[in-house]
């Protein structure tokens, strides 16, 4: 059994049927998560009948080491290859007080957005709880190296979130616990398409950051680029996304600017009026391009009046600065890639 695919709660039950002490759960995990050593052989504070119990029980195998591609702005893209040959990307984006990890819940994504790199590739598998939970443990280490830490995370890489919705609310629980990576809810963020029937869901459950890729702002338009939007229509997104207990959550609308698609003024009023409405703040993403995409970036002027639109309509309104894209580790980028020059398949 994977020990990284367990919550503290399930360990704890699991440990205790086993006729182990309830703390032993927390021991082990202080081990893995937060000492990052995975054999217990070196869990030095177990006897030594534990610790070959467990052994027999347990296997505790984080990702594989990440290739690593640094891009000119410090973002760092680590590819990790799985077992079974799927690749998964996660990325390092270095602020000025802040180290966030940008962390992917499936292998491919099957919801196709017509702008997203990741969708046109297709959709593989969910991630385990431990493939997900990995990705940070292995940022960690990587950080480590050079004093630094983590401070945020959010899931904004490859999948869909909510479409691997068991697995995310177990890793959040992980990435949560004081045993194990212990962020608070307020640094994590978990992005959505918009499958509006586990939003309310996500609300009850936990108490993290809601982010949704709305980028149109009626069904028409947004069922042109996000396929997802048939089967859960703008009012059905809306009102699910009223439905979450904001308070001591935040809801961020993003939006990715397609030049004279979805960046017209009239485009911008009505944006601001849903902002309003979800009392929601608004970043908006310039598009990154990729080989074969559909769209052109809207130049940069043209994003500076769709945000003084929001603006003046007392919307806080954010452009988000792409990183990371000579190493396609931006938004919407991620994918299995080929490197050092090697024609796109
Ligand atoms: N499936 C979830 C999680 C992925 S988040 C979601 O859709 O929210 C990835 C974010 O990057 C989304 O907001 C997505 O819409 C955006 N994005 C995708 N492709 C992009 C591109 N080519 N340029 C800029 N942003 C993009």
């Avoid at 590739?121 to 493939?131: A, Q």
């Avoid at 703008?234 to 004279?260: S, T």
């Amino acid at each position: 059994m994977q020990i990284l695919n367990f919550t503290r709660n399930s360990l704890e039950e699991f440990l205790t049927g086993q006729g182990f002490k309830r703390f032993k759960a927390e021991q082990v995990m202080q081990w893995i998560y937060q000492k990052k050593v995975f054999s217990f052989e070196g869990m030095t504070n177990l006897s030594r009948q534990d610790r070959e119990t467990f052994s027999q029980i347990f296997e505790i195998t984080p990702l594989p080491e990440p290739q690593i591609f640094k891009s000119k702005d410090g973002t760092r893209k680590l590819t990790f290859t799985l077992e079974d040959g799927n690749v998964v990307e996660a990325v390092i984006i270095p602020e000025e007080k802040r180290q966030t990890l940008c962390i992917s819940t499936q292998a491919g994504c099957p919801l196709r957005c017509a702008f997203c790199r990741t969708g046109s590739l297709g959709f593989s598998r969910n991630l385990e709880v431990r493939e997900i939970v990995g990705q940070v443990i292995a940022a960690e280490m990587v950080l480590e190296e050079s004093g630094q830490r983590l401070s945020n995370l959010v899931f904004m890489g490859m999948g869909e979130p909510l479409l691997n919705f068991d697995n995310l609310l177990k890793s959040i629980d992980i990435l949560m616990d004081d045993f194990g990576l212990n962020f608070s809810n307020r640094r994590i963020t978990v992005s959505t398409a918009g499958i509006a029937d586990r939003i309310v869901e996500l609300g009850e459950r936990t108490n993290v950051n809601l982010a949704v890729s709305l980028h149109a702002v009626n069904d028409e338009k947004r069922s042109r680029i996000m396929p997802v939007n048939e089967r859960f229509g703008l009012k059905q997104l809306l009102d699910a996304l009223k439905g979450y207990p904001v308070g001591r959550k935040m809801i961020v609308l993003e939006y990715v600017l397609l030049n004279n698609f979805n960046d017209l003024p009239e485009d911008a009023l009505a944006l601001a009026k849903i902002a309003k409405l979800l009392d929601a703040k608004v970043n908006l993403i310039p598009f990154n391009t990729f080989p074969g995409a559909k769209f052109e970036p809207t130049p940069m002027k043209k994003i500076l009046e769709f945000q003084n639109l929001l603006v003046a309509k007392h919307v806080t309104a954010l452009i988000r600065k792409s990183r990371g894209g000579d190493e396609l580790a931006a938004c919407g980028q991620l994918g299995r890639l080929k490197h050092n020059g090697d024609k796109d398949a």
